[in-house]
């Protein structure tokens, strides 16, 4: 046997997760459901770093990972929140859910056409990061009003799709890490977590992904105070001349 199935095979373990997922969620068995996308979490994980030791690394593997990303991290986690809680809301909370997996398929598709590009850190919020916090969130028990559980599936989307800095986790970021991001994520957390402790796991992942928003909007405040000081130096070069 190939040992590049090994690795592919770890790789279609995602997937299979993911397709699992939705047949639970269609049948009512939320927390099954909520387990099998974490579960498929770590085979994302471990798919590369197989692949990476096995040296059999390559292009199918790549596009085999991002078909099985979206079933499990879009598609599982949509149809998870719309059969959990947002089915309530009918045709708007179908279509909501329905574009996390759209959104989702969108990012995976830029990061791989970018990967020789960014570096350092990840442009948008990372598809498994979508699944882990729909996960954590149905495992946790707890259930926010409909309507703002509709907007958070949706921000998840969007925020998939933007270009918000989120470290990635490999070493030095390409970006600055401001204290202040940290501080507030960790007290949003933290507060989370007293008002109902169940949602740690879920806190941690509201964690991460507002410290990629406060993050990215102090580094762009930053540069442009960066770009406006040049300026003002060049107007102050170009009047003593």
């Known amino acids: 046997m190939k040992k590049s199935w090994i690795a592919n095979g770890v790789t279609a373990l995602n997937g299979l997760l993911g397709g699992l997922s939705i047949m639970f969620s269609f049948n009512g068995e939320f927390n ?10 770590v085979a994302d994980a471990a798919d590369g770093r197989t692949a990476r030791a096995l040296g059999t690394s390559s292009p199918l593997g790549v596009e085999l990972d991002s078909l099985c990303d979206d079933i499990s991290f879009g598609i599982g986690a949509g149809v998870l929140m719309y059969s959990y809680q947002l089915h309530d809301l009918g045709i708007i909370g179908m279509i909501i859910c329905a574009l996390l997996g759209t959104l989702c398929a969108f990012r995976l598709a830029r990061f791989n056409v970018k990967s020789d590009v960014v570096h350092g850190y990840f442009e948008g919020l990372p598809c498994p ?13 707890v259930r926010i009003w409909d309507w703002l559980a509709l907007v958070f599936v949706f921000l998840l989307g969007i925020l998939m799709v933007s270009e918000v800095h989120y470290p990635d986790n490999k070493g030095a970021s390409a970006d600055r890490l401001h204290l202040k991001a ?32 406060i993050n990215t909007y102090m580094n762009r ?17 170009h009047e003593e001349e």
């Open 221 to 237: 405040k930053r540069k442009s105070r960066r770009i406006i000081r040049r300026r003002k130096r060049s107007i102050e070069v």
């Open 32 to 41: 099954l459901a909520a387990i099998c996308i974490l579960l498929a979490v």
């Open 129 to 141: 990061t979508t699944g882990m916090i729909v996960a954590t969130y149905v495992l946790s028990g």
């Open 182 to 213: 940290l501080l507030i994520s960790l007290a949003v957390m933290v507060v989370c977590i007293i008002l109902a402790w169940t949602t740690w796991a879920a806190a941690i992942c509201a964690g991460y992904i507002l410290f990629g928003m």
